[in-house]
């Protein structure tokens, strides 16, 4: 029983997923916590932002925002659409690149609905990142969280529309 | 300020003149009148002509180089209500009259100097001419040309950098009308016999119809066989022109001075595609059975004009870019059908039919050949410079009506005259166009053409019933409002949606007078569709639904309308009208932050215009888009539905 715990623990740890590689026995009894969250990503290619997990935990999920094959970016704006009664908005912390641009916001308009809007003012450059920031979670119950990132943009200089795929996915445990 | 002028001469001649010198008195009115005309600007209220030219036929022989000039001319006239008492004339101070008849009877020469440029010419008869009754006027004159400048700041007279380039006033008549003075709109047909120095390249505004070299004298012969009005003027270029011919029906030939050269492969270029176009659009070719395209050097302050078959253009436009460069010479051309073909008669109350429809055309070209994706957003950028201008920079424009009672209204600082004629114009007949639909303005446009082309010159009335036509019903509310009157709407547009779907849209005039707008309400549902809905306001609000298949996202005006009318989200600070105030908004404000209206001149804009620059995002309206607009919109946000 220790031992299939501790092979849990190191399954999640490399990010497979425990629900689809572990087999428990039918007759043995399974005691221990909770198996621990795995993310999903959406499927797809391409420019994109992802919503990439980096840190797990039973109440609390951590993401980064992350460009992937952007060019730099003057500003982004987008919604992150969650179920609200699986989740709520912890907080939001912008990447040092990020840190001191103007206009830096991200707030849970209503439950389950998060707006953040980050920008730099004028023609002062765009950044180029490997991180937006990281947005934190509160995870309220143990059922699976769909995690949408709708109403986005990316923008470069002079209000220039960057085509990009925003994906976000699916927290199961 | 010239009515006082006359006002004043008047009280102050009046008393003094006794019953036999009313004539002289009269004289003095009408020179004072073509003086003040003369003087930029200023037109004075619009007269019936009391003449009717008929034909002015010219055999002038000219020595470019000295400016030594002999020539002699036929006026067929006629009153049209009275007899004809008096035919005036200026022509250049260093010419004069050597004999003149009128009606086969000498006539009585009076000429005396008009400021430094001019010798005002008037004739009278010796014997009675009957209202109706057609007469030629026979005049010889010769002399050395002066050339000189009417006042400080006016296009020097005989030269443009080193090309000669005579006008009406200078080696052949303006004529001037007893009641209207220079203005008036009495077409006639016009022909010139010139006689050159061997050699000599020339160009006038005629159909070439004969033209010898016998190795002294080239001689060539012109003609306008149409009545042309009389405030189109004729012009003769010579010199240092080099002539390019371009394929086009009518063929053209482009002249250009040598500071010209490197612009000809484009303007060749461009040119047939501009003439295609606008036959097109026209649905007719020029009548005219050639083309003179002249380039006029930079060096000469006379930025361009068209008169019958020359178009002329300042090169110095070139710095516009060759985008601006095109489309300039577009406009140019474009006049040949809006300002010659058809010259309206009420030309000294409006540019409507000149400079308004020709600057929309213009626009029209440059989409057509950069086919943008969506017209609408690329035609509302165009417009974006007549917002700029009405708001920021020009707001005496959009207090003055397109068509004015008292030509004394028409605006004399030309920065003002372009918005006003060219941008707030061409945004207008935008609107107009919007409102009956792209197909029935365009029919109403060849209307125009078919009903109001010399000699059958109308003014705003007839381009109204043009417009009108079968289709697109009165238009009396939109002229009296738009052209006729002015109005400056502040709108905000609301909307709510059902479960259903359908959705309701509130929107209200903000202004203290409720106007009557015309718009085109655009429905965009969350898959991007956009659904067009005709609406016309007439009072302090309207609430309207609309059942839609799918969620609609937002609401708002065709973009291209925001020329005329500024509008608003009830949600302050939702620049994209989705009825939130969310991170789009705040990035769309973000970038920008430092522009001004006009501190860059961006691609599209002809006016040094920043089309950048968005007035939602200047909450405070001083010009400048700040941090500190943004920032209470930043506290607030966001505001989601």
Same mark, same amino acid.
């Given at each position: 029983?220790?031992?299939?715990?501790?092979?849990?623990?190191?399954?999640?740890?490399?990010?497979?997923?425990?629900?689809?590689?572990?087999?428990?026995?039918?007759?043995?009894?399974?005691?221990?916590?909770?198996?621990?969250?795995?993310?999903?990503?959406?499927?797809?290619?391409?420019?994109?932002?992802?919503?990439?997990?980096?840190?797990?935990?039973?109440?609390?999920?951590?993401?980064?925002?992350?460009?992937?094959?952007?060019?730099?970016?003057?500003?982004?704006?987008?919604?992150?659409?969650?179920?609200?009664?699986?989740?709520?908005?912890?907080?939001?912390?912008?990447?040092?690149?990020?840190?001191?641009?103007?206009?830096?916001?991200?707030?849970?308009?209503?439950?389950?609905?998060?707006?953040?809007?980050?920008?730099?003012?004028?023609?002062?450059?765009?950044?180029?990142?490997?991180?937006?920031?990281?947005?934190?979670?509160?995870?309220?119950?143990?059922?699976?969280?769909?995690?949408?990132?709708?109403?986005?943009?990316?923008?470069?200089?002079?209000?220039?529309?960057?085509?990009?795929?925003?994906?976000?996915?699916?927290?199961?445990? | 300020?010239?009515?006082?002028?006359?006002?004043?001469?008047?009280?102050?001649?009046?008393?003094?003149?006794?019953?036999?010198?009313?004539?002289?008195?009269?004289?003095?009115?009408?020179?004072?009148?073509?003086?003040?005309?003369?003087?930029?600007?200023?037109?004075?209220?619009?007269?019936?002509?009391?003449?009717?030219?008929?034909?002015?036929?010219?055999?002038?022989?000219?020595?470019?180089?000295?400016?030594?000039?002999?020539?002699?001319?036929?006026?067929?006239?006629?009153?049209?209500?009275?007899?004809?008492?008096?035919?005036?004339?200026?022509?250049?101070?260093?010419?004069?009259?050597?004999?003149?008849?009128?009606?086969?009877?000498?006539?009585?020469?009076?000429?005396?100097?008009?400021?430094?440029?001019?010798?005002?010419?008037?004739?009278?008869?010796?014997?009675?001419?009957?209202?109706?009754?057609?007469?030629?006027?026979?005049?010889?004159?010769?002399?050395?040309?002066?050339?000189?400048?009417?006042?400080?700041?006016?296009?020097?007279?005989?030269?443009?950098?080193?090309?000669?380039?005579?006008?009406?006033?200078?080696?052949?008549?303006?004529?001037?009308?007893?009641?209207?003075?220079?203005?008036?709109?009495?077409?006639?047909?016009?022909?010139?016999?010139?006689?050159?120095?061997?050699?000599?390249?020339?160009?006038?505004?005629?159909?070439?119809?004969?033209?010898?070299?016998?190795?002294?004298?080239?001689?060539?012969?012109?003609?306008?066989?149409?009545?042309?009005?009389?405030?189109?003027?004729?012009?003769?270029?010579?010199?240092?022109?080099?002539?390019?011919?371009?394929?086009?029906?009518?063929?053209?030939?482009?002249?250009?001075?040598?500071?010209?050269?490197?612009?000809?492969?484009?303007?060749?270029?461009?040119?047939?595609?501009?003439?295609?176009?606008?036959?097109?659009?026209?649905?007719?070719?020029?009548?005219?059975?050639?083309?003179?395209?002249?380039?006029?050097?930079?060096?000469?302050?006379?930025?361009?004009?068209?008169?019958?078959?020359?178009?002329?253009?300042?090169?110095?436009?070139?710095?516009?870019?060759?985008?601006?460069?095109?489309?300039?010479?577009?406009?140019?051309?474009?006049?040949?059908?809006?300002?010659?073909?058809?010259?309206?008669?009420?030309?000294?109350?409006?540019?409507?039919?000149?400079?308004?429809?020709?600057?929309?055309?213009?626009?029209?070209?440059?989409?057509?050949?950069?086919?943008?994706?969506?017209?609408?957003?690329?035609?509302?950028?165009?417009?974006?410079?007549?917002?700029?201008?009405?708001?920021?920079?020009?707001?005496?424009?959009?207090?003055?009506?397109?068509?004015?009672?008292?030509?004394?209204?028409?605006?004399?600082?030309?920065?003002?005259?372009?918005?006003?004629?060219?941008?707030?114009?061409?945004?207008?007949?935008?609107?107009?166009?919007?409102?009956?639909?792209?197909?029935?303005?365009?029919?109403?446009?060849?209307?125009?053409?078919?009903?109001?082309?010399?000699?059958?010159?109308?003014?705003?009335?007839?381009?109204?019933?043009?417009?009108?036509?079968?289709?697109?019903?009165?238009?009396?509310?939109?002229?009296?409002?738009?052209?006729?009157?002015?109005?400056?709407?502040?709108?905000?547009?609301?909307?709510?949606?059902?479960?259903?779907?359908?959705?309701?849209?509130?929107?209200?005039?903000?202004?203290?007078?409720?106007?009557?707008?015309?718009?085109?309400?655009?429905?965009?549902?969350?898959?991007?569709?956009?659904?067009?809905?005709?609406?016309?306001?007439?009072?302090?609000?309207?609430?309207?639904?609309?059942?839609?298949?799918?969620?609609?996202?937002?609401?708002?005006?065709?973009? $291209?309308?925001?020329?005329?009318?500024?509008?608003? *989200?009830?949600?302050? /600070? =939702? +620049? &994209? @009208?989705?009825?939130?105030? %969310?991170?789009?908004?705040?990035?769309?404000?973000?970038?920008?932050?430092?522009? $001004?209206?006009?501190?860059?001149?961006?691609?599209? *804009?002809?006016?040094? /215009? =920043? +089309? &950048? @620059?968005?007035?939602?995002? %200047?909450?405070?309206?001083?010009?400048?888009?700040?941090?500190?607009?943004?920032?209470?919109?930043?506290?607030?946000?966001?505001?989601?539905?």
């Amino acid at each position: 029983m220790r031992a299939a715990r501790l092979l849990l623990l190191l399954l999640s740890a490399c990010g497979v997923s425990p629900a689809t590689t572990i087999e428990t026995p039918t007759h043995e009894v399974v005691l221990g916590p909770p198996p621990g969250w795995t993310f999903e990503p959406a499927a797809g290619s391409g420019a994109a932002i992802l919503l990439e997990p980096v840190l797990l935990e039973d109440t609390r999920a951590v993401f980064a925002l992350r460009p992937g094959g952007l060019g730099p970016l003057h500003g982004v704006a987008f919604r992150l659409v969650f179920d609200p009664a699986a989740a709520e908005l912890v907080g939001f912390q912008p990447s040092s690149d990020w840190a001191s641009a103007p206009l830096v916001k991200v707030v849970e308009a209503r439950p389950g609905t998060v707006v953040g809007v980050l920008s730099r003012h004028g023609p002062t450059g765009a950044v180029v990142a490997a991180e937006l920031g990281r947005i934190e979670l509160k995870l309220k119950g143990a059922q699976p969280v769909t995690l949408r990132l709708e109403r986005t943009r990316a923008q470069a200089d002079f209000g220039a529309k960057i085509d990009a795929v925003w994906r976000a996915g699916v927290l199961r445990r | 300020m010239n009515h006082l002028h006359l006002l004043l001469l008047t009280l102050i001649s009046g008393s003094a003149l006794a019953q036999p010198f009313a004539h002289e008195h009269a004289r003095e009115l009408d020179r004072q009148r073509v003086d003040l005309a003369l003087r930029p600007g200023l037109f004075g209220p619009p007269v019936a002509s009391a003449l009717d030219y008929r034909d002015l036929s010219m055999q002038i022989s000219l020595q470019p180089t000295t400016g030594a000039v002999t020539a002699s001319m036929t006026i067929r006239v006629a009153g049209k209500t009275q007899p004809v008492s008096a035919v005036s004339m200026l022509i250049d101070l260093g010419l004069t009259l050597t004999s003149a008849t009128l009606a086969g009877a000498p006539a009585l020469i009076t000429e005396s100097p008009l400021g430094p440029t001019y010798n005002y010419v008037i004739l009278e008869p010796t014997v009675s001419v009957p209202a109706g009754t057609e007469v030629s006027i026979v005049v010889s004159y010769s002399g050395t040309l002066k050339c000189l400048p009417y006042q400080a700041g006016s296009t020097p007279e005989c030269v443009l950098g080193n090309v000669g380039f005579f006008n009406d006033g200078s080696i052949f008549p303006q004529l001037i009308d007893s009641a209207s003075g220079l203005s008036g709109h009495d077409a006639f047909t016009r022909r010139l016999d010139l006689t050159l120095p061997s050699g000599t390249q020339v160009a006038a505004s005629g159909n070439r119809i004969s033209s010898t070299d016998d190795g002294l004298t080239l001689k060539t012969g012109w003609q306008v066989p149409t009545p042309l009005s009389r405030v189109l003027r004729f012009y003769v270029l010579t010199g240092m022109l080099t002539p390019t011919a371009i394929a086009t029906t009518p063929p053209a030939t482009l002249f250009t001075a040598a500071s010209g050269a490197p612009f000809v492969s484009r303007l060749a270029s461009w040119t047939p595609v501009a003439l295609e176009a606008m036959e097109s659009v026209a649905a007719r070719k020029l009548p005219s059975s050639n083309l003179s395209l002249v380039l006029v050097p930079s060096s000469a302050s006379f930025i361009g004009s068209a008169s019958y078959a020359m178009t002329m253009l300042n090169e110095s436009y070139a710095g516009l870019g060759d985008d601006g460069f095109e489309e300039i010479w577009a406009h140019e051309n474009i006049h040949q059908w809006f300002g010659v073909l058809a010259t309206p008669t009420d030309y000294e109350q409006s540019r409507l039919q000149t400079e308004g429809i020709t600057t929309l055309l213009q626009y029209d070209a440059t989409l057509r050949r950069t086919k943008p994706a969506d017209p609408d957003l690329a035609m509302a950028r165009r417009l974006r410079e007549t917002e700029l201008l009405l708001r920021y920079r020009f707001p005496l424009a959009a207090t003055i009506p397109l068509w004015v009672a008292d030509s004394d209204a028409v605006p004399l600082e030309p920065y003002l005259y372009n918005a006003w004629g060219y941008f707030k114009g061409a945004a207008t007949l935008d609107a107009l166009r919007l409102h009956v639909g792209t197909s029935a303005f365009e029919a109403g446009l060849r209307r125009y053409l078919d009903t109001c082309a010399s000699p059958g010159a109308c003014g705003l009335d007839g381009f109204q019933r043009a417009l009108e036509g079968p289709a697109a019903g009165s238009l009396d509310k939109f002229f009296a409002q738009w052209i006729r009157g002015v109005a400056s709407p502040r709108l905000s547009i609301g909307f709510t949606s059902a479960a259903d779907n359908a959705v309701t849209v509130t929107i209200a005039q903000l202004q203290s007078v409720p106007a009557y707008v015309p718009l085109e309400l655009w429905l965009t549902s969350a898959s991007g569709i956009r659904r067009r809905e005709a609406v016309v306001l007439e009072t302090a609000s309207v609430k309207l639904t609309f059942s839609s298949g799918e969620p609609i996202r937002s609401v708002q005006l065709n973009p $291209r309308q925001r020329g005329l009318v500024q509008v608003q *989200s009830v949600v302050e /600070g =939702d +620049l &994209d @009208f989705d009825g939130e105030l %969310d991170g789009f908004d705040l990035l769309d404000c973000a970038w920008r932050i430092g522009r $001004r209206p006009t501190a860059a001149s961006s691609p599209g *804009s002809l006016f040094g /215009g =920043d +089309l &950048d @620059f968005e007035p939602q995002c %200047d909450r405070d309206g001083d010009a400048v888009l700040t941090a500190a607009d943004l920032a209470p919109r930043v506290t607030r946000f966001p505001e989601l539905r």
